[in-house]
């Protein structure tokens, strides 16, 4: 057995200032009270534990103690005989054991079941073979015993026993199977059948042969160890899959959710047939749907999705396309967004229709719960579904008039995100089919005065300028906005209704008050600080959404209102020759935008018009008084040419990512040259056609032929060096990063002569990281090594530090060896992650934590920092490559990263060069959600800096 495979022994803490004579503890071993010797058997194993050395109490406690039949003293025992020293010096079993071993086979026929099992479990623990020997004939009595506890740990230890020493019990898989054939009891039969698969499988292959129809009315635990079974079998010979295919099947109706799971995973790998997989992906759907835990809809889901990836049943599970949709049940957002993702990955054009059906119906079911306290995820679900029917709209635009009005009524929809897309769906359809242009701008029209939120607003305004094309449409959405405005000037409909409101005033009291103040552009206003007061206190009228927005001082919305003005004068003076209609409709356009910017100036809205937007307005109004060909040109192709080129990196981007993921490596040819790994060299192993090969070698740790390992592309690069080469213990650490769990392989080599007793690795951590399994207790004999595993649990996305010890005992010395500090990387729990733009800023505007890191490289090539940030930080530019491109000194880019537990991370890179031969210099901004994320990352940053320094020197 290796030092690795040892025992872990059961470790009580001691308690704080204990001590004892051996003298004293003899005079409590030999004691007739039961709780006193009890008390100093607990004494005396963790003194032991400790490194106290009793062995004079040995002979004591098996003349006084262990003759004892009080329940509490055997527990003890059995923990004391487990870590007392069982040999001498010179190996040599010590002869007090001869009595402990005639004790235990006393117990091994007691009557009552719990001491014969108690004893049995202690009997699993036991490494010397001339203390089992003479036990054998007991345990095997034990098979017979009436109590099924007794009969599952005697399986247990024959199970142990054959394993460690099988000339002790040779005929252990015979026995097994013919008391396996008899026992009634599951939990016995699980163990014995688990004994059979690891030690003898023809024999398991036997049992299960002869009761493979009555499987299905088996108990769970068992259930399972069979298809781990048959998995085994089937995969290491695919002869024998026939044989047990039809067992799987039963087992896909077992009443345990754990069984069908592992069934259905097993019969997709067995077998690659349409009804395994159909069924398979039945079993995982039924699965989903009836589990409430949503860690296990989300594992199920993963393993749909992996069915999905194959090329062969994707075609299957388009069939279940509507199946898949019950999972949208499920109440948890991020279940719902991976069943929807799946869902359309998965359509096709014979049940895209019924697809969208249920979108609408869920849509529908989302309006109905608005008001209640899950508010913000029925929002957040909401425009998932618009997603999704955007998505589908796209891909198949047959569906695009049932999609249009579903979709168009929620413009003016509370849940901005939701309307915001489908106003990018609106322009995205527009744009790429013409032929739906009418139908979606009559529907906006239809729904325009029903949008109160000013983004959307904006957005709708947008569209309306840069798409309607015809008299009619123009002069509806003219209509549309005017009505959305209310009566104009407003400024002046505004005090008309003030004094028209009475409140016992009459005009010559207003006037009295009022005073006229010239404005910028020229004009007169009437401001009347009465009015103002006795606005400001009684209850705001209702007024038109667009009057509303500006009262609010939201006057960006303007702006965005004289570009849409501007465009349709633009294209109704080209389609109408009459001049009269012509000067009619642009002096309309000038009026709207004069009235919003006088108003602006004004004192009534809460905030006054910003010079960006008076500025705005004010070239609009030039570009209508004096029309030229260049304003044409600017404002009624170049806006539509900038969207066109957006729309077309989108999708260009979208291709390149779905081509990257189905290529595929071209098939072997039939004459191509035999490479035999072992026989290659490195150059040889660059080839794209070896890949296989250098895996393969780099996986079992060698290398090829005539040629030097390069260590930086193996696990040594991930070794960390704990003690010095001069300690008298060198230790060494492989860190092994999962993905919720670190595991420290550590080597330790005894460098002295002497043998290290007791030799633990204490291991503490600093941070969010939790030791979940210690490392056991070895003895190493002189220059000789060992490997310890250590197992630590990371709970969040922060750097951490483990750090120790090792403590041993030589000659009765107690030594200790501090350990360097291993340092946990944040990037092996960081990858990158992409999100629109939208999704970006609302993130940066929720997020609490801010890092903000200077740029300090001597690197000067602005894109070439931006690659080295994303190589080292495993963040995703988000800004494309074209507005990126070019040499104007200065660049701007947004990056996103996502942690394995869900945590975002945004950056915003500001850079610059002063020079042509200056590095780059600027600044980084992080946030996060958590201050750990953004510190990490922080610190991240600033390591790579000096890194690319140094590697640039």
Known sequence: MSATEQICYTLIAPASGEAASEMTLKEELESADVKKKAEALKKVMRLMLNGEKFPGLLMTIIR????????????????????????????????????????????????????????????????????????????????????????????????????????????????????????????????????????????????????????????????????????????????????????????????????????????????????????AASCY???????????????????????????????????????????????????????????????????????????????????????????????????????????????????????????????????????????????????????????????????????????????????????????????????????????????????????????????????SYAQKRVTDMGTYASESAYTASKNSSKKEPERPPLRHMLFEGNFFVGASLATCLTKMALKYVSMVQDPKKQNRFVAECMLTLTTILHFGKSSLPKKNISDDDVDRIAVCLKALSEPSEMMSTIFGENCRSSLQLMLATIQQQEANEVAALDKKLVAVETDDAINFGQLLTRADMSNKENAFEASLLQAVGSSSKKDKVDFSNTKLNKVTQLTGFSDPIYAEAYVNVNQFDIVLDILVVNQTSDTLQNLIVEVATLGDLKLVEKPTAVNIGPLDFCNIKASVK?????????????????????????????????????????????????????????????????????????????????????????????????????????????EDALANLSIEKLSPDAPVTGHIRLRAKSQGMALSLGDKINLSQKVGRSQQQ
């Open 64 to 279: 006084f103690a262990l003759p004892c039949q009080d329940h509490q003293v055997k527990k003890l025992l059995l923990i004391f005989f487990e870590i007392v020293p069982k040999t001498s010096s010179d190996g040599k079993l010590l002869p007090e054991f001869i009595l402990v071993c005639d004790a235990y086979r006393k117990d091994l026929n007691h009557p009552n079941e719990y001491i014969r099992g108690s004893v049995l479990r202690f009997l699993c623990k036991l490494k010397e073979p001339e203390l089992l020997e003479p036990l054998m004939p007991a345990i095997r009595a034990c098979l017979e015993h009436r109590h099924s506890y007794v009969r599952r740990n005697a399986v247990l230890a024959i199970f142990t026993i054959y394993k460690n020493f099988d000339f002790l019990i040779q005929d252990a898989p015979d026995l097994i199977f013919n008391y396996l054939e008899g026992e009634q009891d599951l939990s016995c039969k699980r163990n014995a059948f688990i004994m059979l698969i690891q030690t003898d499988t023809d024999k398991a292959l036997n049992y299960l042969d002869s009761c493979i129809d009555q499987v299905s009315s088996f108990g769970d635990i068992l259930q399972l160890v069979i298809v781990e079974l048959i998995y085994k079998v089937c995969f290491s010979n695919p002869a024998e899959r026939a044989r047990f295919i039809r067992c799987i099947y039963n087992l896909l109706n077992s009443t345990s959710a754990a069984v069908r799971y592992e069934a259905a995973g097993t019969l997709v790998t067995l077998s690659g047939a349409p009804t395994a997989v159909k069924a």
């Open 794 to 902: 990371v709970t969040s996305t922060e750097n951490g530090i483990i750090f120790g010890n090792i403590v041993y005992d030589v000659n009765n010395t107690h030594s200790v060896v501090v350990l360097n500090d291993i340092h946990i990387d944040v990037m092996d729990y960081i990858v990158p992650a992409s999100c629109t733009d939208v999704e970006f800023r609302k993130m940066w505007q929720e997020f609490e934590w801010e890092n903000k890191v200077s740029v300090n490289t001597s690197i000067t090539d602005l894109r070439e920092y931006l690659r080295h940030l994303c190589a080292t930080t495993n963040l995703k530019c988000l800004t494309p490559d074209k507005a990126l491109s070019g040499d104007c000194g200065f660049m701007a880019a947004n990056l996103h990263a996502r942690s394995i537990f869900g």
């Open 285 to 511: 759907i039924e699965l989903i749907v009836k589990e409430s835990d949503n860690n296990v809809k989300l594992i199920v889901l993963d393993r749909l999705i992996d069915l999905k990836d194959d090329p062969n049943h994707e075609r299957i599970l388009q069939e279940l396309v509507m199946d898949i949709l019950r999972v949208l049940s499920a109440p948890d957002l991020e279940v719902r967004r991976k069943t929807l993702s799946l869902a359309l990955d998965l359509v096709s054009s014979r049940n895209v229709e019924e697809l969208v059906l249920v979108l609408k119906k869920e849509v529908q079911k989302t309006l109905a719960s608005a008001g209640t306290a899950v508010q913000d995820d029925v929002g957040k679900y909401r425009q998932l579904l618009v997603r999704t029917l955007h998505q589908c709209g796209i891909k198949f635009p047959d569906i695009n008039p049932i999609i249009i009005p579903l979709l168009l009524d929620l413009i003016g929809d509370e849940n901005e995100a939701a309307a915001q897309d489908v106003l990018v769906y609106v322009r995205e359809a527009v744009q790429r089919f013409p032929n739906l242009k009418n139908n979606l701008v009559q529907k906006l029209l239809t729904e325009f005065n029903t949008v109160r939120n000013a983004n959307i607003f904006r957005s709708a305004v947008w569209i309306l300028g840069e798409y309607c094309s015809t008299i009619e449409e123009i002069q509806g959405s003219m209509h549309a906005i005017a009505k959305s405005l209310g009566d104009i000037p407003i400024l002046e409909s505004e005090l008309r209704k003030d004094l028209d409101s009475g409140d016992g005033h009459n005009e010559e009291e207003e006037s």
